[in-house]
């Protein structure tokens, strides 16, 4: 119900954005959030944001370099990413909570299918 798309591969320092849509899923009543797994790495929550406040988190490797939004008339969260690093390589998800403050804590209650996102010369 929860699909990430958007990754790819990028040059250190491009950018890319993620896209977070649904189908049979009003994004708008939950926070979402993207979480991302490298190899070899736990996972790692990246960015949350609230559906009643927009109030949003950012882990602080990521901060002043990624920005999370939603766009509820299309159903759909972005995470545009910029200034990558080889660093943010791994497999992006986007997650959907009840709770925003739960989401950033890092409990989810529906999980997305991920993306890909590699950044190397």
């Known amino acids: 119900q929860l699909q990430a798309s958007g990754g790819g591969l990028v040059q250190p320092g491009g950018s890319l954005r993620l896209s977070c849509a649904a189908s049979?899923?009003?994004?708008?009543?939950?926070?979402i959030g993207w979480l991302r797994k490298a190899r070899g790495k736990e996972r790692e929550g990246v960015s949350c944001?609230?559906?009643?406040?927009?109030?949003?988190y950012y882990a602080e490797s990521v901060k002043g370099r990624f920005t999370i939004s939603r766009d509820n008339a299309k159903n759909t969260v972005y995470l545009q990413m910029n200034s990558l690093k080889p660093e943010d390589t791994a497999i992006y998800y986007c997650?959907?909570?009840?709770?925003?403050?739960?989401?950033?804590?890092?409990?989810?209650?529906?999980w997305g299918r991920g993306t890909q996102v590699t950044v190397s010369s």
């Open positions: 997650a959907a909570s009840y709770h925003y403050r739960a989401l950033v804590a890092g409990a989810v209650d529906f």
């Open positions: 944001i609230n559906n009643l406040d927009d109030e949003t």
């Open positions: 049979e899923f009003t994004l708008g009543f939950y926070a």
